[in-house]
């Protein structure tokens, strides 16, 4: 049985450029399916976020449109429910890595609020990287990868990359509100080689010991991926 650590943000609001307050969190799908998967593979999981503080689901995610009709959002919602691991989070900067198997980071627009400036989210994945050991990374959490950085040098330069799409940020309407784009500043801030597929499908990079997949319906195949490498 293996040991994953499951980093969440903590945000429950992020400031869009004009000032006002977007409410988000953790987007539903990419913590909820692949804690299914692992956790049914009998795999442990264990939740850190920034402080401690409970994560929060962005409840746009559980609205039957955004999570394939009215049985995919009740799933989603007995799946968080049953997940007592998200009631007692650990603080990052507590979090030993050396315990761990795995570390998965799932996305919402939440990490655009917190995760990407968090020291101890920069530490942590500058540490997990240089382990060998998986990484894993879904839509908008690389942004996280930005908090890596030390005098504007991330060790994630050159890593080959996806994320959420401009395109997609586009298609939701967030683009022109958004104080940056996570695929802008990917490429710009942390010098990765980005990638995406068509809008809204599964799509996964892997290089070295980072995976990270573009978008919700990704999370899934991350989920898949983890687990063969686990074994």
């Known amino acids: 049985m293996a040991k994953i650590l499951f980093v969440v943000s903590g945000a429950t609001y992020w400031v869009l450029k004009d000032g006002t307050r977007y409410a988000t969190g953790y987007w539903a799908e990419e913590f909820a399916l692949p804690y299914k998967k692992v956790t049914e593979a009998g795999h442990e999981v264990v939740v850190a976020t920034p402080n ?7 409840m746009m995610s559980l609205r039957p449109s955004m999570a394939g009709g009215e049985d995919g959002a009740l799933e989603l919602e007995s799946i968080i429910r049953s997940a007592e691991v998200m009631r007692r989070p650990l603080k990052l ?5 050396e315990d761990y198997d795995a570390v998965y980071l799932p996305g919402g627009h939440g990490p655009m609020s917190d995760l990407w400036e968090d ?13 060998g050991k998986p990484l894993a990374i879904v839509c908008h959490a690389p942004a996280a ?5 030390i005098h504007g040098e991330s060790p994630f330069k050159g890593y080959r990359v996806t ?3 401009n395109a997609e940020e586009e298609a939701v309407g967030l683009a022109a509100k958004a ?3 996570l695929e802008d500043e990917l490429k710009d801030k ?6 995406c597929g068509e809008m809204w499908t ?3 990079v892997e290089d070295r010991n980072l995976i990270t997949g573009q978008n919700p319906h990704s999370a899934a195949i991350l989920a898949d991926r983890l687990l063969e490498i686990l074994g």
Request: charged share 15%; hydrophobic share 40%; proline share 7%.
């Open 163 to 165: 994320g959420f799409s």
């Open 202 to 204: 599964p799509y996964m």
């Open 145 to 149: 990868l930005l908090s890596t950085r």
């Open 52 to 58: 401690g503080v409970t994560p929060n689901v962005d």
């Open 93 to 97: 900067s507590d979090v030993r890595l």
């Open 190 to 195: 942390v010098g990765v080689e980005y990638s």
């Open 179 to 181: 104080p940056w784009l």
């Open 119 to 131: 020291a101890d989210a920069g530490r942590l994945l500058t540490a997990q990287l240089a382990s």
